[in-house]
């Protein structure tokens, strides 16, 4: 059984507070899905950061050593690639707080160096990886449903778009960039886009890709755009720039109350979020941004991995042919179907909804596609050179 790190277990505690809006503002006292736009600040106050090139035990850039391991047990030694990197990664971490306030502070904690390590330290392969630590509502204060407390969300955001506008200010250089989210950390990815990103082409123009996962960004129905940004399409091919890869992973059709993948509800309203017709969630297959089924490449931290008769002595293992992945859509949801292929000898473990199907494999969004993600964006990286021939 794959779990992404253990403090997620205790999400599933906050599963009513995904029936209520997040409320914010940077400052004033409009809400997040409000029409009022700030502009992108050149200030920030001094940050923590998680995640910052050159840092002394920086999370993002641990030992890449992996091991692949085969429907079979066949072991081979994998060597990420360490191109040289010309552009940055910045990342939002999922909830992870264990602290009983309402937001969390600014010290970075075991659950975040994990969080990091498993979900983020990959792409330092193909960019500089760099993570704000931000207020984010703890998981006390998601199970209290606080869905009134708007100050709370207010901090949460502020906090991150205060580590965003440094990273800009002080560290960017300029330099073209990808988005990093899974969880609250996407909802406050899609928050920080609307508000910071999309209105502002010269910003615009840096961007990459976003990765957002399980944070159901919105599309009107037959479209690539528009719903939760007017500007960032979705990606549609490998050579695909400035477009936002989304999706929630599912073994099968989510229930009719599932908090992923049905549009105006659940995680949707995280971001303030609340159109239900005429909309519907996005899904970018990570194996197959073109469309159609692909085969997956789940790449886990090994300490998370109980691998019947194999020993793995490298920090990371990935399973390749072990699932396929494409994006159905199926009683108003919109999802990323995942399907084991291998037969009941496969020595591998296998994902489970452990929260329960509500929640579908929400904690393994990330690690299930990792190889994919990474994959994604060196393409997306090479694509983007080609069009931006200085960079």
């Known amino acids: 059984m794959s779990r992404v790190f253990g403090p997620r277990r205790r999400l599933r505690l906050a599963v009513v507070v995904l029936a209520l809006a997040l409320v914010a503002e940077l400052s004033g006292g409009a809400t997040i899905a409000g029409a009022s736009r700030a502009a992108p600040q050149s200030t920030a106050a001094a940050t923590v950061w998680l995640c910052r090139p050159g840092t002394p035990s920086d999370p993002c850039a641990v030992e890449q050593g992996t091991t692949a391991v085969t429907a079979a047990g066949t072991e081979t030694n994998v060597t990420p690639s360490t191109a040289a990197r010309s552009f940055d990664c910045f990342y939002v971490y999922p909830t992870v707080s264990d602290e009983l306030s309402a937001n969390s502070d600014l010290t970075v904690g075991l659950a975040e160096i994990d969080a990091a390590k498993i979900q983020a330290s990959r792409f330092s392969s193909v960019c500089d990886v760099y993570a704000p630590m931000y207020r984010q509502r703890t998981l006390a204060s998601l199970a209290g449903g606080l869905g009134s407390d708007q100050a709370a969300d207010a901090v949460a955001y502020a906090s991150l778009a205060a580590g965003w506008a440094d990273f800009l200010a002080h560290y960017s250089d300029g330099r073209p960039f990808v988005l990093i989210g899974d969880s609250q950390g996407a909802a406050m990815l899609i928050v920080l886009i609307r508000r910071q990103i999309d209105g502002y082409p010269q910003l615009r123009n840096r961007l990459v890709s976003a990765i957002i996962l399980g944070g159901?960004?919105?599309?009107?129905?037959?479209?690539?755009?528009?719903?939760?940004?007017?500007?960032?399409?979705?990606?549609?091919?490998?050579?695909?720039?400035?477009?936002?890869?989304?999706?929630?992973?599912?073994?099968?059709?989510?229930?009719?109350?599932?908090?992923?993948?049905?549009?105006?509800?659940?995680?949707?309203?995280?971001?303030?979020?609340?159109?239900?017709?005429?909309?519907?969630?996005?899904?970018?297959?990570?194996?197959?941004?073109?469309?159609?089924?692909?085969?997956?490449?789940?790449?886990?931290?090994?300490?998370?991995?109980?691998?019947?008769?194999?020993?793995?002595?490298?920090?990371?293992?990935?399973?390749?042919?072990?699932?396929?992945?494409?994006?159905?859509?199926?009683?108003?949801?919109?999802?990323?179907?995942?399907?084991?292929?291998?037969?009941?000898?496969?020595?591998?473990?296998?994902?489970?909804?452990?929260?329960?199907?509500?929640?579908?494999?929400?904690?393994?969004?990330?690690?299930?596609?990792?190889?994919?993600?990474?994959?994604?964006?060196?393409?997306?990286?090479?694509?983007?050179?080609?069009?931006?021939?200085?960079?």
């Open 216 to 391: 159901n960004v919105q599309v009107p129905l037959g479209h690539l755009v528009g719903g939760s940004f007017e500007n960032v399409p979705a990606c549609s091919s490998d050579a695909s720039t400035g477009c936002v890869i989304a999706y929630s992973s599912f073994p099968s059709v989510p229930p009719s109350n599932a908090l992923f993948g049905r549009p105006g509800v659940g995680v949707s309203l995280q971001s303030g979020q609340t159109s239900r017709t005429g909309v519907h969630v996005l899904c970018t297959n990570p194996a197959a941004l073109t469309g159609g089924k692909g085969a997956l490449l789940p790449i886990f931290a090994t300490r998370t991995q109980s691998i019947q008769g194999i020993s793995v002595e490298t920090p990371w293992v990935e399973y390749p042919g072990h699932y396929s992945a494409e994006c159905e859509t199926s009683g108003g949801a919109t999802y990323l179907q995942v399907t084991d292929t291998t037969s009941g000898s496969d020595p591998r473990p296998t994902v489970q909804q452990v929260d329960g199907p509500l929640w579908g494999y929400h904690a393994d969004d990330v690690n299930l596609a990792l190889g994919n993600l990474v994959a994604d964006v060196a393409l997306e990286e090479a694509s983007y050179g080609r069009k931006h021939p200085s960079t």
